[in-house]
């Protein structure tokens, strides 16, 4: 069981107010945050994920029943976004491996088998900064999962991927459904919202 709580949370910088005094909650499924850009769906995930802290409020996620600090959020949440970058001077399998030891998740995905499931089995061996950008969110998606999260913070997913990587992602958000994963998949495409079960809109 897996439950978002977020309670009044607001973000400004400076005189600049991104959101205010957001709340809603959500079980686990494909939770989808809409708004044109600006509108503070990459905030608001930062936020969420704990990779910002915000303005007030709060969001708590709540595992098997229990609060989860952020620690503990940290070995069963996966992100991927524009903005989350790999080491450009490893490979893509280096880079992997590097997050399977940091997480020191015993059950984490092979690597190889990972990236052949998403089509980056050819670059493999390749450094992530010398990829192309199709490439590097291929890469991105498959750090994401690498260590089996059970929550999903995706932000524009599909960006600089072809129609067999949206397929991917697709993929992606059925198995967490089935899987009674939860995913946040934050976008301004209609093709992403209507994989969501529940679309939050943040347009000003």
């Known amino acids: 069981m897996i ?28 939770l ?10 990459s905030t608001l995930l930062k936020c969420i994920s704990g990779l910002m802290k915000p303005s007030s409020g ?4 709540i595992v098997n029943g229990h609060i989860t600090n952020k620690q503990d959020l940290k070995q069963v949440l ?34 190889a088998d990972l990236l052949d499931e ?16 199709g490439q590097q969110q291929r890469a991105k998606l498959a750090a994401a ?21 949206r397929g991917i992602i697709e993929e992606i958000v ?3 459904r089935n899987e009674n994963g939860f995913v946040l998949l934050a976008s301004n495409q209609t093709y992403e919202l209507d994989l969501c079960d529940r679309v939050i809109d943040l347009q000003p």
């Open 58 to 61: 709060e969001a708590e996620w």
């Open 118 to 133: 998403f089509g980056a089995g050819k670059f493999a061996d390749s450094h992530f900064g010398e990829l192309s950008t």
């Open 145 to 165: 999962l690498i260590h089996k999260p059970r929550i999903l913070l995706l932000d524009e997913p599909g960006s600089n991927l072809d129609k067999k990587g």
């Open 78 to 111: 996966g992100f991927a976004a524009p903005y989350i970058q790999l080491y450009e001077e490893l490979t893509v399998t280096e880079n992997l491996q590097f997050i399977t030891d940091i997480k020191k998740n015993s059950g984490s995905e092979n690597a």
């Open 32 to 41: 989808g945050i809409a708004g044109s850009n600006g509108s503070g769906k």
């Open 3 to 30: 439950k978002l709580n977020v309670t009044s949370l607001s973000k400004q910088f400076g005189s600049n107010r991104v959101f205010t005094n957001l709340s809603f909650s959500a079980n686990a499924g494909i």
């Open 174 to 176: 059925e198995r967490f």
